[in-house]
């Protein structure tokens, strides 16, 4: 069958479909212009995306030129000096090294290498949130309350008035001192440890300050070598704090070899602490009294000018005013002010070994002694050989009081008990309790004092005093 054999049937249908109106005659426009724009658009945009790929890969290239010369402008119009060294520039992770900030003779930062890490948020800003560096060294000053540093300042944010804050910036530090110097005296830090700064950081930092007379008083050899980490913005330090000297010259309050394990936790803007700790030290003086090679356990809470809480403290030696005793403890309250030179003292006191001066027994034998040749002579004698006999030794226990200001202070005693080995035993109870002041020396005795064994007759005396400028009265009832 030919060709024309084929298409003959196919005529026929179509013709047929024509009579029936089942086909419709369809019209057949030509298309190639339309392909030849597709094809130079095509072109057209295959080249722009060219010439963006060259371009972005020429700015790539130069991007350390380009970001080197964007810094130095920036460094510039804010007036800060500064030199550096751009190891990388990348979209996410930026070195530097040989940093120098402020003057190079004597510059607030220096860095021997740093690498920032940023994100690039969507609506273009940029947040750092990882700082690895080593080998910096950072001066800084406390003025009026705040810290500088310096240059760096001018590159800071401008202070919003809000109460500071740890930035939640994640930091790897190694090999970093700090230079601060305060009103008080210069203080040095040293830093290592990685984590982030708003919680999760852990590292070690040693501090030392030669010599800081914060207030009236003076802190001398202060150093620190303590973990340090930060939780839910609290950093908290662990370690020993040791110090040579402290001295509150206008209070007489004198502080030697300390050396206090602690266990502290700051404010986020380090202005308040509170912790725990246990404090040894050779002696300690406040006026007329003090102790030594002393061991207490204490708590705190306060700024670190002033500071209260409870103490626990135990002395192989004491001294009270004019009294010398042996092993002491006392469990109370303190509270001391470095800046005003105060200090309060409260608590419950034992002590062993106990020894008043003579000045204050023979004013009890005195007037017993001048009984002699009068028929009481005998038993004024057995008293005045008593008196002594238990004022060799007395063990002590009581209620003590110790407030110190500068240049004067007191110490009050009451609701204590004392026994010597003689058999000795006095009781005082109620009113205000016996107190001595300094640097006057005046006594007032206002309570109830009883008497008895050892050779003492059983005696109760009240008695009353208002002041110690004031008169002393009372009664007695010595048994015969």
Same mark, same amino acid.
């Given at each position: 069958?030919g060709?024309g054999d084929?298409q003959?049937?196919?005529e ?10 089942l ?9 190639s212009g339309?392909?030849?724009a ?5 072109k ?11 371009a972005l890969?020429v ?9 080197d ?15 550096y060294?751009?190891d ?9 090294s040989?940093?120098?900030i402020?003057?190079p003779?004597?510059?607030?930062l220096?860095?021997k290498?740093a690498?920032?890490q940023i994100h ?12 690895a560096?080593?080998?910096v060294?950072?001066n ?5 309350g705040?810290?500088?540093f310096?240059?760096i300042d001018?590159?800071l944010?401008a202070?919003?008035?809000?109460p ?11 090999d ?5 110097d305060?009103?008080?005296g210069r ?5 290592m440890g ?18 800081l ?6 802190l001398?050899?202060l150093?620190?070598?303590v973990a340090?980490?930060?939780?839910a913005r ?11 000297r ?5 209070s007489d309050?004198h502080?030697?070899d300390?050396?206090?394990e ?5 404010a ?11 404090l040894t ?12 090679n002393?061991?207490?356990l204490?708590?705190?809470?306060g ?5 209260q /809480?409870?103490?626990?403290l @135990?002395?192989? =030696? ?5 009294? &010398? +005793?042996?092993? $002491?403890?006392?469990d ?6 470095a800046r ?9 006191i034992s002590?062993v070994?106990?020894?008043p ?10 007037p ?7 028929p009481?002579?005998?038993v004024a ?7 002594n006999?238990?004022a060799?030794?007395?063990?002590v226990t009581g ?6 200001r ?5 110490l ?12 000795a035993?006095?009781?005082?109870a109620?009113?205000?309790?016996i107190?001595?002041?300094w ?5 007032r ?8 064994? /050892?050779g003492?007759?059983? @005696?109760?005396v =009240?008695l009353s005093?208002?002041?110690? &400028? +004031?008169?002393m $009265?009372?009664t007695g009832?010595?048994?015969?």
């Amino acid at each position: 069958m030919g060709e024309g054999d084929d298409q003959a049937p196919a005529e026929a249908i179509g013709e047929e479909l024509r009579e029936h109106g089942l086909a419709e005659p369809v019209a057949v426009h030509d298309r190639s212009g339309w392909h030849r724009a597709w094809r130079i658009t095509r072109k057209g945009l295959l080249v722009v995306l060219v010439l963006a790929v060259v371009a972005l890969a020429v700015l790539w290239t130069q991007r350390r030129g380009i970001a080197d010369r964007t810094i130095a402008a920036e460094l510039a119009k804010r007036g800060v000096q500064g030199s550096y060294t751009l190891d990388r520039v990348g979209l996410r992770t930026q070195e530097i090294s040989n940093l120098v900030i402020g003057d190079p003779a004597n510059p607030d930062l220096t860095a021997k290498k740093a690498i920032v890490q940023i994100h690039v948020n969507l609506d273009g800003s940029v947040k750092v949130f990882r700082i690895a560096a080593t080998g910096v060294r950072l001066n800084a000053r406390l003025v009026g309350g705040k810290v500088s540093f310096g240059q760096i300042d001018k590159l800071l944010p401008a202070p919003s008035g809000k109460p500071f804050r740890l930035p939640d910036l994640t930091v790897d530090i190694d090999d970093t001192t700090v230079r601060l110097d305060t009103p008080f005296g210069r203080m040095g830090f040293a830093l290592m440890g990685h984590g982030n700064l708003s919680g999760g950081f852990k590292g070690r930092l040693a501090a030392s300050g030669p010599q800081l007379r914060p207030g009236r008083c003076t802190l001398e050899g202060l150093r620190a070598n303590v973990a340090l980490s930060v939780a839910a913005r609290k950093p908290h330090i662990v370690g020993p704090v040791t110090a040579k000297r402290f001295d509150c010259a206008s209070s007489d309050i004198h502080l030697a070899d300390a050396r206090m394990e602690v266990d502290s936790r700051f404010a986020e803007g380090f202005d308040k602490l509170e912790g725990e700790g246990r404090l040894t030290f050779a002696r300690l003086d406040a006026g007329a009294n003090g102790v030594a090679n002393a061991t207490s356990l204490l708590t705190f809470s306060g700024t670190p000018t002033e500071l209260q /809480g409870h103490i626990d403290l @135990a002395a192989q =030696a004491a001294r009270l005013a004019e009294i &010398s +005793a042996e092993r $002491t403890r006392l469990d109370g309250h303190y509270m001391i002010d470095a800046r005003r030179g105060l200090l309060d003292l409260g608590g419950d006191i034992s002590a062993v070994g106990v020894r008043p001066p003579a000045s204050r027994t023979r004013g009890l034998t005195g007037p017993l002694a001048s009984l002699k040749g009068t028929p009481l002579d005998g038993v004024a004698r057995g008293l005045v050989t008593a008196i002594n006999r238990a004022a060799e030794r007395i063990d002590v226990t009581g209620r003590i009081a110790v407030v110190n200001r500068p240049g004067m202070g007191g110490l009050r005693f009451s609701n204590g008990r004392t026994v010597s080995p003689s058999g000795a035993t006095v009781q005082i109870a109620g009113g205000d309790g016996i107190t001595y002041y300094w640097p006057s020396g005046a006594l007032r005795v206002d309570t109830n004092i009883e008497a008895q064994g /050892g050779g003492l007759p059983h @005696a109760r005396v =009240a008695l009353s005093q208002p002041s110690s &400028s +004031a008169p002393m $009265t009372g009664t007695g009832d010595i048994a015969a």
